[in-house]
Nanobody, 115 residues
């Protein structure tokens, strides 16, 4: 069955870095665009970063542009989100999402940015 499993979340101080991973199984990962979304307490889920199936095209929300980097390793069926210069407002549950006509979602990993 389809599985997306996020990892790498945790507590980090403002200005710090984290690297999230999302391991995929149960579908042809290399044919799917991959996205990272986040949902902060009391707010709607928002798209943070996207990467095309082959990895050649990326895009970012304005709020994270220049600080976050999305990448993927199709040989490992894994997508990553490198998060640098973290701010308290980056605190959220981060979800990975596979898209190719249909959507698959992981269960999320919590990132807390606090001193």
């Amino acid at each position: 069955q389809v599985q997306l499993v996020e990892s790498g979340g945790g507590l980090v101080q403002p200005g710090g870095s984290l690297r999230l991973s999302c391991a995929a199984s149960g579908f042809t990962f290399s044919m799917y665009a991959m996205n990272w979304h986040r949902q902060a307490p009391g707010k709607e889920r928002e798209l943070v970063a996207s990467i095309s199936a082959a990895g050649g095209t990326t895009s970012y929300a304005d709020s994270v542009k220049g600080r976050f980097i999305i990448s993927r390793d199709n040989a490992k069926n894994t997508v990553y989100l490198q998060m640098n210069s973290l701010k308290p407002e980056d605190t959220a549950v981060y979800y990975c999402n596979a898209f190719r006509g249909r959507n698959y979602w992981g269960k999320g990993t919590l990132v807390t940015v606090s001193s």
